[in-house]
C-alpha cells in the first residue's frame, strides 16, 4: 500500500456542525501532517505529528482539533468553523524529513 | 521567518526546456523540495536536494546552491500534461513552507 487515504472527499457542514477529517496511511511513516490550501494557494502547515505526538501547532484556532490515534491514522475534528475555513485539507505522511505523500484531500465547504 | 520566492507564472510550448527558479530566506535548512499540483489534484513529490548540485528525474532536474539560497527546477522536453503549478518547499526538521507555486502553461 503506498498511498495516503482522506475521507470524506467532500464535505459541507454548517457553522455549528461537528465534524471529522480521517487520514489513513499503510507506508509505515512516522510523520504525519495536516495542511489548509486555499484555491490559488500554496497548502499551509496546520499540524505536525511525530510518531504520534504533536509536534508542532501553527496557531491554529482551537476550532480545528487534531488527533493521532495510532501510526497509520489522523483525525482532525472540525467544530464551530467559520465560512472562511472553507479550503482544501491535505493530509501528508513523510518517512523523514524530505519528502511528503500527500492524500486527495478533502473540500470542506462551511455554509 | 522564512520567505520562499518564485515566478508566479511561465508559458512555454511543447518540446521545450523550462527553468522555475526558488530562492528562500529560512531561519533552518535541511533541504530543498518540488511538488507538481494539478488543478483539482493533491500536491505530488517531484524532486528533493539537500546537498548543492544538480538531481536528474528523468525529464525533471533539480538543482540547489546552499550558498546562495537558491535553487531551480528543470523540464525538458515539455508535454501537454506537465501544465500544472509547481511549488517549491523548505524542510526544516518536521517543518515544511511551500512558496506560492509557478502556473506553468504549455502550449501547443
Known amino acids: ?111 | 521567518g522564512q520567505s520562499l520566492e518564485q515566478p508566479s507564472e511561465v508559458t512555454a510550448v511543447e518540446g521545450a526546456i523550462v527553468q522555475i527558479n526558488c530562492t528562500y530566506q529560512t531561519s533552518g535548512f535541511y533541504g530543498l523540495s518540488w511538488y507538481q499540483q494539478h488543478d483539482g489534484g493533491a500536491p505530488t513529490f517531484l524532486s528533493y536536494n539537500a546537498l548543492d548540485g544538480l538531481e536528474e528525474t528523468g525529464r525533471f532536474s533539480s538543482f540547489l546552491s546552499r550558498s546562495d539560497s537558491y535553487g531551480y527546477l528543470l523540464l525538458q522536453e515539455l508535454q501537454m500534461k506537465d501544465s500544472a503549478s509547481y511549488f517549491c518547499a523548505v524542510t526544516d526538521n518536521n517543518d515544511m513552507r511551500f512558496g506560492a507555486g509557478t502556473r506553468l502553461t504549455v502550449k501547443p
Open chain 1, 1 to 111: 500500500d503506498t498511498e495516503v487515504t482522506q475521507t470524506p472527499k467532500h464535505l459541507v457542514m454548517g457553522m455549528t456542525n461537528k465534524k471529522s477529517l480521517k487520514c489513513e496511511q499503510h507506508m509505515g511513516h512516522r510523520a504525519m501532517y495536516w495542511y489548509k490550501q486555499k484555491a490559488k494557494k500554496p497548502p499551509e502547515l496546520m499540524f505536525v505529528y511525530s510518531y504520534e505526538k504533536l509536534s508542532i501547532n501553527e496557531s491554529v484556532p482551537s476550532r480545528f482539533s487534531p488527533e493521532c490515534p495510532n501510526s497509520s491514522l489522523l483525525n482532525l475534528h472540525l467544530h464551530a468553523l467559520q465560512p472562511e475555513d472553507s479550503a482544501l485539507y491535505l493530509c501528508a505522511s513523510s518517512p523523514r524529513d524530505n519528502t511528503q505523500y500527500f492524500g486527495p484531500g478533502t473540500r470542506l465547504t462551511v455554509l
